[in-house]
């Protein structure tokens, strides 16, 4: 997502990378979707293998590197973070993590 003009306020973009046999990522989806289901943050679920080179490339150009599933990045306003790899949070902190990125 490009920065809006005029300075206006994205809503925050979560991504949680998956794959094929993960044993951990349905719960981290399970997390996620009771953490944000009340929200105006989109969740957008990414498999591993099919992800856009597109995609790819702006996850580069923000020194992101997905090295394990489940990965969790916010995004808001043009700026991305990793949050989580290989690893599932908890509702509460992750919770507050994305409040502080805004």
Avoid at 17 to 36: L, R, S, W
Avoid at 46 to 72: C, G, K, N, W
Avoid at 76 to 100: A, F, H
């Amino acid at each position: 997502m490009i920065h809006q003009p005029g300075g206006l306020a994205t809503k925050p973009t979560l991504y949680l990378f998956t794959q094929d046999g993960c044993v951990n990522c349905p719960a981290a989806k399970a997390v996620i979707n009771e953490a944000f289901c009340d929200s105006d943050v989109l969740i957008k679920t990414v498999d591993l293998r099919e992800m856009d080179s597109d995609f790819e490339y702006i996850l580069l150009e923000h020194q992101i590197f997905i090295a394990s599933t489940p990965s969790i990045i916010v995004e808001n306003n043009g700026n991305m973070k990793m949050l989580y790899s290989g690893q599932i949070p908890d509702i509460e902190t992750i919770r507050r993590e994305v409040r502080e990125f805004r």
